[in-house]
C-alpha cells in the first residue's frame, strides 16, 4: 500500500473549473424546486436524456473544435442533409439499414473533409467556411428532400434513438414508495460507479509514487463519493421507469472514448496545443494543419450521428431539422468551461454544458413556459454570464501575475 497523503497540497478551490457543476447543480435545484419535484421524475429524468442526446453528441465535436481555436456553424445543416440521406438510402432505395448507417457516416467524413481543407490547407477562416456550408448543406437537403418528409424509418434506427435496454434479470423491490427496479440496470451503475473509484484512487497512487501532490483525504473521499452518488441516483431513477435509454450507452462510450483522448493521447494534446499557442505548437513539431482537418472530420462524423438519432427520434427526415442545433452545441461548449481563445475546455464539462441547456428547456416547460422567447431569454442570459465569467476570470488570473 503507498503512503497515505504522502503529498498532500493545499486545497485549492478552482472556481472555474468547478463553477460549471455548481451552476449544473443549483439549476437542477431550482427547476426542481420550481417543478415541485417533476424535474428529477424517472419518466422525465429519461425524456432529457433522450431530448438532448444528439445536442450533446455535437457538443462533444464542437469542444473540441473551440479548443483547438476554431468554430463549425454548419453541424445543424450538416444533421438535416445527413438524415435526409440516411432516409433515402433506408426508405425510398429499401437498403440494409446497417449499410445504410455506414454510408451516413461517410457522408459525414466527406462533409467534414470538404470543410477541412478549406480551413486547414487553404487558410480560409473556419467561421466563413462553416458559414458557407450552413448554407450549402441545408441546400443539398433541400435537394434531396424537397419541401417533404421522408420516413418511418426502421425499427433499429427508431430503437437506437428512442428505446431502451431490455430487463435480463427482472426487477428488485426498492420499497413501498419507490417500487421496482430493474436489476440489471443497477448491476451496471453499481460497475460503473466502482471502476470510476477504481481509476480515481489509482491516479491518486500514481502520483504519491511520483511524489507529486495529491488532495487531503477528505477531498479525495469527496471527489469520489459525490459522483458516485449522482450516477447511482440517475440509474436508478431510470431503472424505474423503462430502463437505461440506448442513447445513453452510446452517449457514455463516446465520453469516455474522447475523454481518454483528450487526456492520454498525443493527438489530444496537440489539439490543446494549437488552440494554446499556434506558433509554439508549431515550433515544436505539432502537424498544426493535419490536427485541425481531422478535428472537422471529427466533427463531420459526429453531425452524421446526431443526424441519425434525431431522424429516428422524430421517425421523420425534414428540410428543416437542425435548425440551431449548432448554437446550442456551441452554447454547450462555452458554458461548460470552454475558452472562447481555444486552449481550454473538457468533453465532461461540454457534456455538462449542455445537460445544462436540456434542463433549462425541459424546466421551464414543465412550468407552462410555453412561448420560444422565455426559453431562449434564459438560455441567452446565461450563455453570455459563462461567457463574462470567462472573461472575467482571464484578466483576473493576468493580473495576478
Request: without cysteine; positive net charge; proline residues 4%.
Amino acid at each position: 500500500m503507498p503512503p497515505a497523503d504522502a503529498a498532500p497540497r493545499k486545497v485549492d478551490f478552482d472556481l472555474k473549473q468547478s463553477g460549471i457543476y455548481i451552476a449544473f447543480a443549483l439549476t437542477i435545484v431550482i427547476f426542481a424546486v420550481l417543478t415541485d419535484g417533476v424535474l428529477l421524475s424517472p419518466q422525465n429524468l429519461s425524456n432529457i436524456i433522450v431530448q438532448q442526446s444528439y445536442i450533446l453528441i455535437l457538443a462533444i465535436g464542437m469542444v473540441l473544435i473551440i479548443i483547438a481555436g476554431h468554430i463549425d456553424l454548419s453541424v445543424g445543416s450538416v444533421v438535416a442533409a445527413a438524415g435526409a440521406l440516411a432516409a433515402v438510402m433506408m426508405v425510398d432505395m429499401d437498403l440494409p439499414w446497417p449499410v445504410a448507417v455506414i454510408a451516413t457516416l461517410i457522408f459525414g467524413a466527406l462533409v467534414g473533409a470538404w470543410q477541412g481543407y478549406w480551413v486547414a490547407y487553404f487558410g480560409i477562416p473556419a467561421f466563413i467556411v462553416t458559414l458557407a456550408g450552413m448554407l450549402l448543406f441545408r441546400a443539398v437537403t433541400y435537394a434531396i428532400l424537397g419541401n417533404q418528409g421522408i420516413g418511418p424509418f426502421p425499427d433499429e434506427i427508431r430503437t437506437l434513438a428512442n428505446g431502451f435496454i431490455p430487463g435480463f434479470l427482472g426487477n428488485v423491490g426498492l420499497g413501498a414508495e419507490l417500487g421496482g427496479a430493474d436489476l440489471f440496470s443497477i448491476i451496471v451503475g453499481l460497475v460503473v460507479i466502482v471502476v470510476m473509484g477504481f481509476l480515481q484512487y489509482r491516479t491518486r497512487v500514481g502520483r504519491i509514487r511520483y511524489s507529486q501532490a495529491v488532495d487531503p483525504m477528505w477531498m479525495f473521499l469527496l471527489k469520489v463519493i459525490l459522483p458516485a452518488v449522482i450516477v447511482m441516483f440517475l440509474v436508478v431513477q431510470l431503472a424505474r421507469f423503462r430502463n437505461l435509454p440506448w442513447v445513453l450507452v452510446l452517449l457514455a462510450l463516446l465520453v469516455v472514448a474522447y475523454t481518454m483522448v483528450t487526456n492520454r493521447a498525443v493527438f489530444g494534446r496537440q489539439i490543446y496545443a494549437v488552440g494554446g499557442n499556434l506558433q509554439a505548437a508549431t515550433l515544436s513539431g505539432v502537424k498544426v494543419k493535419s490536427v485541425v482537418f481531422w478535428l472537422f472530420v471529427n466533427m463531420g462524423v459526429l453531425s452524421a450521428v446526431a443526424g441519425l438519432i434525431f431522424a429516428g427520434r422524430l421517425n421523420l427526415a425534414g428540410p428543416t431539422a437542425g435548425n440551431s442545433f449548432e448554437l446550442d452545441a456551441i452554447a454547450a461548449a462555452f458554458i461548460g468551461g470552454a475558452a472562447v481563445q481555444g486552449g481550454v475546455g473538457r468533453v465532461i464539462g461540454a457534456i455538462t454544458g449542455g445537460l445544462i441547456m436540456g434542463v433549462i428547456n425541459n424546466g421551464m416547460g414543465l412550468m407552462g413556459a410555453t412561448k420560444p422567447q422565455q426559453v431562449m431569454l434564459v438560455k441567452g442570459l446565461v450563455l453570455l454570464a459563462a461567457v463574462a465569467f470567462d472573461v472575467y476570470s482571464k484578466r483576473r488570473a493576468a493580473g495576478a501575475k
